[in-house]
């Protein structure tokens, strides 16, 4: 696309943005006469990874947690100190000089058998412990030993499952059950039951017998007369004896596609609307573990699900690969998705333990990738399409990438691709392989050691507004002889848990993307899913809890620009008129804060016209400031914040201003940064930002803060000509403008910040029906008139197609009680040939189809 005007800034304003350049009004000149690149139609997948109780208990629609007993295992190759896992200290595979990480985790765990609990009623007694004697199989060593003495039919003892934040029983549904026993001398009945919160039955199968010395399967439907979301589900005892459970397995019996092992049916709906080209699994993360020994083995996900070893996740639960390689290919399959199987490198999370296999000893690693790929595609003839035949899939699955570990870098990294790459390019030379380029942008360093690479993974985490300012940033990449794939992106900070604000930014970093199509061949978000009993990362796409879901605003805006792809981008240009006056962007009070540093101020004056309007006096009246976070104090005519900790501030009470300038002196105390001046106050929670001395007292920024502890960069970070000393006053200044301000450090400029425009348009062609295909987002806070002028292309009808998703404020969400109040309405533009006329809704994306006829 090219803009008159080039966007600048990062930050989509919430102060005053609903009056802000209100009379803004656009004109989008669109050429189909001139092609530009082509779009891919393999941009949107999707991504899956086991974080956030994402698939155990989420996707994977096993109710029953810990099914197994196997969840107070210590994670292969760590042990347990102090309450930590902790793993051996061996050399990083990404310090130099052979350096060791000293990363430990918390163990979570504080039970021998988690999720479970038992009880008993009346005089019965029993006592619950898990024991390692004469196990099921191999893959579940333990088993739950339960000891019951004095019971009856009307004394009883109970073990209780909680499921997964509770268990949600449907009315009317029903439940297939499955579980392992063995006993000694217990001549007895077993009743499973699925109880409510209260302790009422909803279901219920009794079991006659379970006199048996050896291990025997157990199977029943249980159908709930009633319902509830927060259920628990019990096995009762009615005699004495001893009895060991294993592998106790619950499912409801509606799955996604009614799959056995399946798929909670609303978390796998969600992911086949969006039509994904592609789905990448397992991770992230979770693929590399958090020492090299606890790394996801696929061998131990496929088979019987009770024969299969569960992986405990980078994010701090296990998870019992019931969702395992199989699973994950027939997903794909069913959705029509290429599967995008990701391996382990031979190396551990580089943010972990980094622990790694010898640069000698790949081999075992690039066997089980080979023999991966063969169980998905080989032939039945091979060792592993046989053993996919057997399980049911004599044909191949789709499995079209691989990737080669997750986030590595660096030339260690690219001699290991290298190898990998020539093992698999030997045997399977039409698969795309995947490079890892860390986290960011593609990196050189680890590019030019790689001999040959079909797809780079860029992983983009970015903050409100960064691709507002950085719309340009594929056209700026040099091409090569690759791809790139965008394997994890999202807008994920300053956007609380993924609001509007968020939206926005994630259409256009989309837009983007997709204007660059000649680069930019592949994308997926990140992350999928997120349990909100147990969220390990600050913004994901669909949330659930064990009984209900949504899917975020930015899940909607993918959907509608993926729906209405166009093929290939035609010439584009948009020219924004502002209005001859415009108002202040900056309106608001000011403030004083720190961050993990120990600060003083004083002398602080506001100065608007020539004329001082205010000015501080901490001695004689300290009353008009609001002293909201931290430890302040007045001393020697200063006010000073002299607790550690992130966020701490003041703000001056009842007070607002638009242009000005700001003058105060600063003296960092002690600490790890210096100074943070907010300026444009909405509230305590609600504020710009100029930090001096942020990352360590290394740079200057402007930054906005939203929901108190949401910060996002709104500028380009600068150095600072010195380090901060301490115990040094220093002059500081904000020259606040009517869309610019200027951050001064001894009267010498630092930065500069500028309100930039907020409209972003691209087209393409659709060649299946000609039909022209406009991508419009107003991040304006106001409506905004738009002339649409089509050249060298004549509209068949006099109606276009509009689908726009809006709301009116930047921290609008969806939510569990409203999950679908903000999603796209489509309604009918009047077109007149070549032109057309809308008004743009106020924070919105839009998608404009003009239908043109094949041309």
């Avoid at 439940?175 to 039951?193: D, Q």
């Avoid at 053993?387 to 030339?411: C, D, M, S, T």
């Avoid at 360093?445 to 985490?461: I, Q, W």
Wanted: with cysteine.
């Amino acid at each position: 696309m090219k803009s008159i005007i080039q966007p600048l800034f990062a930050g989509l304003l919430l102060v005053t943005t609903s009056s802000l350049f209100a009379q803004q009004k656009a004109t989008i000149t669109i050429d189909a006469s001139k092609p530009g690149n082509p779009v891919s139609p393999t941009l949107h997948g999707v991504f899956f990874e086991e974080i956030s109780h994402g698939g155990e208990g989420g996707l994977y629609a096993e109710l029953i947690q810990n099914r197994g007993f196997e969840e107070a295992n210590i994670p292969p190759g760590m042990t347990l100190t102090d309450g930590f896992i902790v793993p051996p200290r061996t050399p990083h595979f990404s310090m130099p000089n052979n350096g060791v990480s000293d990363w430990k985790m918390e163990w979570p765990i504080k039970s021998d058998y988690p999720a479970w609990s038992y009880k008993a009623a009346g005089s019965a007694a029993l006592q619950v412990s898990r024991t390692a004697i004469n196990p099921l199989n191999n893959a579940t060593p333990h088993s739950l030993q339960v000891d019951i003495s004095n019971a009856d039919n009307n004394n009883t003892a109970s073990i209780i499952n909680e499921g997964f934040w509770g268990i949600n029983v449907v009315a009317g549904d029903s439940y297939k059950l499955n579980f392992y026993v063995r006993s000694n001398e217990y001549n007895g009945s077993i009743t499973a039951m699925l109880q409510s919160e209260d302790g009422s039955t909803l279901a219920s199968h009794t079991f006659t017998s379970a006199n048996n010395t050896n291990w025997k399967r157990y199977s029943a439907t249980l159908k709930a007369n009633k319902g509830d979301k927060k259920a628990t589900f019990v096995l009762l005892f009615n005699a004495p004896g001893t009895v060991w459970l294993d592998h106790v397995s619950l499912f409801p019996s509606k799955t996604f596609k009614n799959r056995p092992n399946g798929l909670r049916q609303d978390l796998a709906q969600y992911i086949a609307d969006l039509k994904p080209a592609f789905i990448r699994w397992p991770g992230g993360c979770f693929v590399e573990g958090i020492t090299i020994q606890s790394a996801p083995d696929w061998k131990q996900t496929i088979g019987p699900v009770e024969q299969r070893t569960g992986t405990y996740s980078p994010w701090g639960y296990w998870t019992s690969n019931g969702f395992g390689y199989h699973e994950y290919l027939q997903y794909c399959e069913d959705i029509g998705a290429a599967a995008l199987y990701v391996f382990n490198a031979g190396v551990s999370c580089d943010f972990r333990s980094g622990t790694f296999a010898p640069d000698d000893s790949l081999q075992p690693y690039i066997q089980s990738a080979l023999d991966a790929i063969e169980y998905a595609i080989g032939p039945v003839t091979s060792k592993w399409g046989k053993v996919r035949a057997a399980a049911g899939h004599p044909k191949p699955f789709p499995l079209k990438y691989v990737e080669i570990g997750n986030e590595q870098v660096g030339p260690r990294y690219a001699e290991r691709y290298n190898v990998f790459y020539d093992a698999i390019k030997s045997k399977y030379p039409h698969l795309e392989t995947i490079a890892s380029m860390g986290i960011g942008d593609v990196n050189e360093y680890t590019l030019k050691g790689m001999k040959h690479v079909d797809y780079a993974d860029e992983h983009a985490y970015k903050a409100a507004g960064w691709a507002m300012t950085h719309f340009d940033h594929f056209d700026k990449y040099k091409r090569g002889n690759w791809d790139l794939y965008v394997g994890e992106y999202a807008t994920n900070a300053g956007v609380g848990a993924g609001n509007m604000e968020a939206s926005l930014s994630d259409a256009v970093y989309i837009m983007s993307m997709e204007k660059n199509g000649d680069l930019v061949k592949m994308s997926s978000y990140a992350p999928l899913l997120v349990d909100t009993n147990d969220v390990d990362w600050p913004v994901n796409l669909i949330n659930f809890d064990n009984a209900n879901s949504f899917a975020r605003i930015s899940y909607y805006a993918i959907k509608m620009l993926s729906e209405n792809r166009a093929d290939v981008n035609v010439a584009t240009d948009v020219e924004i008129t502002q209005p001859a006056v415009k108002k202040p962007a900056f309106s608001g009070g000011i403030g004083l804060a720190t961050w993990d540093t120990k600060t003083a101020y004083k002398d602080i004056e506001v100065i608007r016209n020539g004329k001082t309007v205010y000015k501080s006096d901490f001695i004689n009246d300290i009353s008009n400031w609001a002293l909201l976070r931290g430890t302040w104090g007045v001393k020697d005519s200063a006010l000073a914040q002299t607790a550690a900790g992130a966020q701490q501030f003041a703000m001056l009470k009842d007070k607002s201003f638009d242009t000005y300038t700001l003058k105060l002196k600063g003296k960092k105390l002690e600490g790890y940064n210096a100074f943070i001046i907010p300026f444009a106050v909405k509230d305590s929670n609600t504020f710009y930002r100029a930090h001096i001395g942020a990352w360590i007292n290394k740079i200057g920024v402007f930054e906005k803060v939203s929901n108190g502890y949401d910060v996002s960069n709104i500028s380009s970070a600068v150095d600072l000509p010195d380090t901060i000393v301490a115990n040094r006053w220093y002059d500081i200044a904000l020259e606040v403008g009517i869309d610019t301000v200027k951050c001064y450090l001894d009267s010498k400029l630092l930065m500069t910040y500028t309100e930039p425009d907020k409209l972003f348009a691209i087209a393409g062609k659709d060649n299946a029906n000609g039909d022209i295909i406009v991508k419009v987002v107003n991040a304006y806070g106001n409506e905004v008139p738009v002339d649409i002028d089509l050249q060298h292309a004549v509209a068949t009808s006099l109606k276009a197609n509009l689908i726009t998703l809006s709301a009116r404020t930047l921290t609008a969400e969806n939510s569990f009680e409203h999950p679908m109040q903000y999603v796209p309405v489509s309604t009918t533009l009047s077109a007149n040939n070549n032109h057309l006329s809308l008004t743009l809704e106020p924070y919105s994306i839009n998608v404009i189809r003009v239908p043109t006829g094949k041309q």
